[in-house]
């Protein structure tokens, strides 16, 4: 089968929505860094209608900062892939048409510096996960230690990692005297703006003070808040999506109806009229980004978890099963809904409802295991935020603390029948260490896990009533299995 590309698009079928513009009449003006299928079905989308509706100089170079696999997809392509929005029977394809080209950095990063330093270049956003960041969850601090951050700081002239490569980019602008791009991160970081400010100010003192200055007193780093489930894209995805279109495409990406970006105004360069394709450009994007991490990545990392060592392969399956869509409600409504205040005119009780039924979707094949991935990096910000809320309080923490237990059993590498588990994590050598000599012990395991400094801060990690509660949720686990703990422990109210 012939893959996609410029020439076949007058080619397809009526129902495929094609790019209404001309490509080679917008520049590129956005650099991304880390090119994945969420970016794809998200950021690139809005700007697609963006340059649809108003053209300009906003095309997307993406980058590859590790694997070949995306410019291997998308280059052969002329960067075009599809977009499959899936809802029941119901489906919407369109063909995006944004980004440009993409780089794959390890073997084209004086290309990729050089774009990146380009006065056409006037925004560098990042999709490139909680761990990209090198960032400890626990105090927020850069991972100098790491051996990829000291590469980077032994040799900054040819970093790697995204933070060495916004601090060699902007050094480069800095030294042509051209003003600054805006730094834009797209992850589930909390404050992410703030945080990758933080990182990349640590870096760039470490290397120059000077910079670290300029970098200060010049750069923005507005902060957003995304929302889209993009599950990883499946043989059979692939398939049915050639069907659809008549050609192969390797870089297509399914996803759901729903997206939402919550974006801070803070531009200096400019920037594509994001608002008038539907994101929400606002002052302060803290409260939505917070109710975004509690309300739908906490349930889902639960369900990962609980799910998985349940014997439930997607999400879907677990908003299946009885027990684990009334524990998931519960823990929402519960748990954690009393621990947020929404903006003006923001419903809890309805976004609550919105996310039941889009975890529901059966078109959405997405894995518990796919979503258990970098939990380390991901349970800070996702679960732990929201305990310590309630501990605080003295208010009960049940479920909340269950879902940490199911966190602690899955990164010691062994399920509850004894089979290994494929952990991909960070720090997945060192958990299965420390944590798989005691899965018969649950005070020993709690204890071990919750001596892990990069990820439980010292007050949580000494709170007792913490502790126990997670002691006594491994008990649980241990003794009547995921799906058993999950009505057993904590039954729905």
Same mark, same amino acid.
């Given at each position: 089968?012939?893959?996609?590309?410029?020439?076949?698009?007058?080619?397809?079928?009526?129902?495929?929505?094609?790019?209404?513009?001309?490509?080679?009449?917008?520049?590129?003006?956005?650099?991304?860094?880390?090119?994945?299928?969420?970016?794809?079905?998200?950021?690139?989308?809005?700007?697609?209608?963006?340059?649809?509706?108003?053209?300009?100089?906003?095309?997307?170079?993406?980058?590859?900062?590790?694997?070949?696999?995306?410019?291997?997809?998308?280059?052969?392509?002329?960067?075009? /892939?599809?977009?499959? =929005?899936?809802?029941?029977?119901?489906?919407? +394809?369109?063909?995006?048409?944004?980004?440009?080209?993409?780089?794959?950095?390890?073997?084209?990063?004086?290309?990729?510096?050089?774009?990146?330093?380009?006065?056409?270049?006037?925004?560098?956003?990042?999709?490139?996960?909680?761990?990209?960041?090198?960032?400890?969850?626990?105090?927020?601090?850069?991972?100098?230690?790491?051996?990829?951050?000291?590469?980077?700081?032994? #040799?900054?002239?040819?970093?790697?990692?995204?933070?060495?490569?916004?601090?060699?980019?902007?050094?480069?602008?800095?030294?042509?005297?051209?003003?600054?791009?805006?730094?834009?991160? +797209?992850?589930?970081?909390?404050?992410?703006?703030?945080?990758?400010?933080?990182?990349?100010?640590?870096?760039?003192?470490?290397?120059?003070?000077?910079?670290?200055?300029?970098?200060?007193?010049?750069? #923005?780093?507005?902060?957003?808040?995304?929302?889209?489930?993009?599950?990883?894209?499946?043989?059979?995805?692939?398939? +049915?999506?050639?069907?659809?279109?008549?050609?192969?495409? =390797?870089?297509?990406?399914?996803?759901?109806?729903?997206?939402?970006?919550?974006?801070?105004?803070?531009?200096?360069?400019?920037?594509?009229?994001?608002?008038?394709?539907?994101?929400?450009?606002?002052?302060?994007?803290?409260? /939505?980004?917070?109710?975004?991490?509690?309300?739908?990545?906490?349930?889902?990392?639960?369900?990962?978890?609980?799910?998985?060592?349940?014997?439930?392969?997607?999400?879907?399956? +677990?908003?299946?099963?009885?027990?684990?869509?009334?524990?998931?409600?519960?823990?929402?409504?519960?748990?954690?809904?009393?621990?947020?205040?929404?903006?003006?005119?923001?419903?809890?009780?309805?976004?609550?409802?919105?996310?039941?039924?889009?975890?529901?979707?059966?078109?959405?094949?997405?894995?518990?295991?796919?979503?258990?991935?970098?939990?380390?990096?991901?349970?800070?910000?996702?679960?732990?935020?929201?305990?310590?809320?309630?501990?605080?309080?003295?208010?009960?923490?049940?479920?909340?603390?269950?879902?940490? #237990?199911?966190?602690?059993? /899955?990164? =010691?590498?062994?399920?509850?029948?004894?089979?290994?588990?494929?952990?991909?994590?960070?720090?997945?050598?060192?958990?299965?260490?420390?944590?798989?000599?005691?899965?018969?012990?649950?005070?020993?395991?709690?204890? #071990?896990?919750?001596?892990?400094?990069?990820?439980?801060?010292?007050?949580?990690?000494?709170?007792?009533?913490?502790?126990?509660?997670?002691?006594?949720?491994?008990?649980?686990?241990?003794?009547?299995? =995921?799906?058993?703990?999950?009505?057993?422990?904590?039954?729905?109210?």
């Amino acid at each position: 089968m012939q893959r996609l590309s410029i020439a076949a698009l007058t080619r397809l079928p009526a129902h495929i929505e094609v790019p209404a513009y001309d490509r080679e009449a917008c520049g590129i003006g956005i650099v991304h860094l880390g090119i994945g299928a969420f970016h794809r079905a998200h950021q690139a989308v809005y700007t697609d209608d963006i340059l649809a509706a108003h053209g300009g100089d906003w095309a997307i170079a993406g980058v590859s900062l590790r694997g070949r696999s995306v410019p291997d997809q998308l280059n052969p392509q002329q960067g075009l /892939y599809s977009v499959t =929005a899936l809802a029941g029977s119901a489906r919407h +394809c369109r063909v995006i048409g944004a980004v440009r080209r993409v780089i794959f950095a390890p073997g084209e990063r004086p290309e990729l510096l050089a774009l990146m330093a380009a006065p056409a270049t006037r925004i560098v956003s990042l999709t490139v996960t909680e761990k990209g960041y090198y960032r400890d969850p626990a105090s927020g601090r850069l991972l100098t230690g790491d051996p990829a951050i000291a590469a980077d700081l032994a #040799a900054p002239e040819s970093p790697a990692t995204a933070i060495g490569l916004l601090a060699r980019a902007l050094d480069l602008r800095r030294q042509a005297g051209l003003a600054p791009f805006t730094v834009l991160s +797209c992850d589930n970081l909390p404050d992410n703006g703030k945080s990758l400010r933080r990182l990349l100010l640590e870096y760039a003192g470490l290397i120059s003070p000077s910079l670290a200055g300029w970098i200060e007193d010049n750069v #923005a780093f507005p902060g957003t808040m995304v929302d889209r489930i993009v599950p990883a894209m499946t043989d059979e995805g692939l398939t +049915c999506v050639a069907d659809d279109l008549g050609y192969a495409d =390797a870089g297509s990406v399914i996803t759901e109806p729903f997206s939402q970006w919550v974006v801070e105004d803070n531009f200096p360069q400019g920037r594509p009229a994001w608002e008038t394709a539907g994101a929400m450009l606002v002052e302060d994007v803290a409260p /939505y980004e917070l109710i975004k991490l509690r309300l739908l990545n906490g349930p889902h990392s639960a369900m990962a978890y609980l799910g998985y060592l349940g014997g439930l392969e997607y999400i879907s399956d +677990c908003m299946d099963n009885a027990p684990m869509r009334a524990f998931v409600a519960a823990l929402m409504q519960e748990e954690i809904r009393p621990t947020l205040s929404a903006p003006g005119g923001f419903d809890l009780g309805a976004y609550i409802d919105d996310l039941l039924a889009r975890f529901a979707n059966p078109s959405l094949r997405h894995k518990c295991w796919q979503i258990a991935m970098d939990g380390s990096q991901k349970l800070p910000q996702r679960l732990l935020g929201t305990l310590a809320w309630r501990l605080q309080r003295g208010l009960p923490i049940g479920r909340l603390a269950l879902a940490v #237990a199911g966190w602690v059993h /899955y990164a =010691a590498g062994i399920d509850l029948e004894g089979n290994p588990i494929d952990v991909r994590d960070p720090m997945a050598d060192r958990l299965a260490a420390g944590l798989a000599p005691h899965l018969d012990e649950p005070q020993a395991l709690a204890g #071990a896990a919750l001596g892990i400094e990069e990820i439980f801060t010292p007050e949580l990690a000494a709170n007792a009533a913490f502790a126990g509660a997670v002691t006594e949720s491994l008990a649980a686990l241990k003794q009547y299995g =995921a799906l058993g703990a999950v009505s057993h422990l904590a039954p729905p109210g």
